[in-house]
């Protein structure tokens, strides 16, 4: 036996758990020979060479919360490479920021596996934890799991697609965008038409060439994005210049475009990839 795997009864194309999805929990392992697993009691026991395996449902409070992309708060899909937010309650025994790179796997004694795939940590405090998709993870639907000194605390499922943009914002919606000048942009710093500006994303997906997960994109050579970014300002298309992930950072996607020709004023701005569209954040232009 290989593994346990459940499937929609109305579409058998789609499986909704497997136990290979987080191995470290779920996995079934050495099985008796000829031995079936059994339902009973709404509940999945499988035998293995010393002990039963029982699968059922978490417990209430350790199942359901769901991983949002950081940038924008979106909970229907993540893409691998990209960084995500868990919110609950006793998610870490501490408080802790990742200090060096590459980026650590456990953070206040807190760890996120995506998939069955460790996940390099951003933040860890009881309340929350940033992570960074494992670029190993592929596309379809997966399972995250969070652990507290090596004891599941929570977990829930994700839709993992090739890329998932999310424009990051600062207070008041404004992108996070840097102007020509170094400056960030803002309504008392514009950026001037035809000037180039530098927006920071996550979601972006693959990149190339590769580098690993939790490793600091380098300087050179640098990663560029596997598929076609867009972004429009306002109505008009913007020139692109770069779209790849942003030298020193793990998990950060920079885009850089040529700012249109518009009238001074705050513009809505969105990036998109593959058919996906960003959420919208305003810039500046004069």
């Known amino acids: ?51 039963l395996a029982v699968y059922g449902l978490l417990s209430a409070g350790a ?7 950081a940038a924008n708060g979106d909970v229907g899909s993540l893409a691998p490479g990209g960084l995500a937010t868990i919110y609950g309650s006793g998610l870490a025994a501490g408080t802790g920021t990742s200090a060096s790179f590459p980026l650590p796997m456990s953070l206040a004694g807190a760890s996120v596996t995506v998939g069955g795939f460790p996940a390099p940590m951003l933040y860890a405090s009881p309340g929350q934890v940033n992570f960074q998709i494992p670029f190993e993870v592929a596309p379809g639907n997966t399972s995250f799991s969070v652990f507290v000194n090596g004891a599941v605390v929570a977990s829930g499922s994700l839709n993992v697609v090739a890329v998932s943009p999310g424009v990051f914002m600062l207070p008041g919606g404004q992108a996070a965008v840097v102007n020509q000048n170094g400056s960030v942009n803002s309504p008392g ?17 693959a990149v190339s060439p590769q580098i690993a997960s939790g490793a600091p994109a380098p300087t050179g050579p640098i990663s560029y994005t596997n598929a076609a970014v867009t972004v429009t300002v306002g109505t008009a298309a913007a020139h692109l210049q770069f779209a790849g992930l942003a030298p020193t950072f793990a998990g950060l996607y920079q885009v850089n475009f040529v700012v249109p020709s518009l009238p001074p004023g705050q513009y809505a701005v969105q990036i998109s990839s593959a058919g996906s569209v960003s959420n919208v954040a305003t810039i500046a232009v004069q």
């Not at 194309?13 to 779920?26: F, G, I, Q, V, W």
């Not at 199942?63 to 992309?69: F, K, M």
């Open 1 to 51: 036996l290989v593994g346990l795997h459940a499937y929609d009864a109305d579409d058998l194309t789609k499986e909704l758990y497997s136990s290979t999805m987080n191995a470290s929990r779920d996995a079934v392992g050495s099985t008796v020979k000829y031995t079936a697993p059994m339902v009973a009691n709404g509940k999945v026991y499988a035998g293995r060479g010393s002990l």
């Open 63 to 69: 199942i359901g919360l769901p991983a949002a992309n």
């Open 189 to 205: 710093s514009p950026a001037s038409a035809g000037s180039i500006v530098s927006a920071y994303v996550t979601g972006l997906g």
